[in-house]
């Protein structure tokens, strides 16, 4: 079925390393898509977007990079810190949704090793 | 920077009550939004609301969900009766426009912790 999931439900770094946090989409409709970054406790938090016409997008500390070939997402985070481990999701939208109807990835946890 | 914010945190239930959940969006956004979590799952949308509708709803939300804005500032959910099903974490987000018109990303509240019993 259509569905946005993740390769590793749990990723773990040295503190400093570089972290990437993959995403499989299944749906060619699918056109924005988004990173969020959930820690224990709160709702989820927007990092980077990036819509289908690009295939990269920088932020600070953050790249997402957009494969649309392969239907393949992914958030790298240069020099990850120990604030950075939470859950991380993926999400999408689709072009047929009349509105903001995002679909969420499983998530993957990123613990950050000091 | 400016937050949506939600109360109650947690809130306690038994089956068959009705429960409101409250949320203050961004105050220039227009577009509003519930999503909830069950504990160790996905996040999963219920709906989208704007200019005073129901612009999108997912399956989830059946007739015992309502959303309401009752002033200019609030958004509210309601569950007319609760099940031990509707247990999970309910997260109130808002958008300033729609997608289509721009990049505009969700911002999501804490959420509230609903426990039905």
């Known amino acids: 079925g259509e569905s946005v999931g993740l390769h590793l439900p749990t990723l773990s770094v040295q503190e400093g390393d570089n972290s990437i946090i993959n995403c499989a989409y299944s749906?060619?409709?699918?056109?924005?898509f988004i990173w969020y970054k959930q820690e224990s406790g709160k709702g989820p938090q927007f990092i980077i977007d990036?819509?289908?016409?690009?295939d990269k997008r920088q932020g600070q500390r953050v790249t997402v990079l957009l494969n649309k070939t392969v239907k393949h997402l992914s958030l790298q985070i240069a020099a990850t810190q120990p604030g950075d481990s939470a859950v991380y999701f993926c999400a999408e939208n689709r072009k047929n949704n009349a509105g903001n109807m995002l679909t969420f990835g499983g998530g993957t946890r990123l613990m950050v090793k000091p | 920077e400016p937050e949506v914010t939600q109360t109650p945190s947690h809130q306690v239930t038994q089956m068959g009550q009705e429960v409101i959940l409250r949320c203050v969006p961004i105050s220039n956004h227009l577009y509003f939004y519930w999503y909830r979590q069950i504990l160790g799952q996905k996040v999963e949308f219920l709906v989208s609301?704007?200019?005073?509708?129901?612009?999108?709803k997912s399956e989830i939300f059946d007739d015992q969900f309502s959303v309401e804005r009752p002033d200019g500032s609030n958004f509210t959910l309601k569950i007319r009766s609760t099940k031990l099903e509707d247990s999970a974490m309910y997260f109130c987000?808002?958008?300033?426009?729609?997608?289509?018109?721009?990049?505009?990303?969700?911002?999501f509240g804490n959420g509230t912790r609903l426990t039905v019993t």
């Open positions: 990036i819509r289908s016409n690009m």
């Open positions: 987000a808002s958008s300033e426009s729609e997608w289509r018109s721009g990049n505009s990303p969700l911002h």
């Open positions: 749906n060619s409709a699918s056109d924005y």
């Open positions: 609301f704007y200019n005073n509708e129901i612009s999108e």
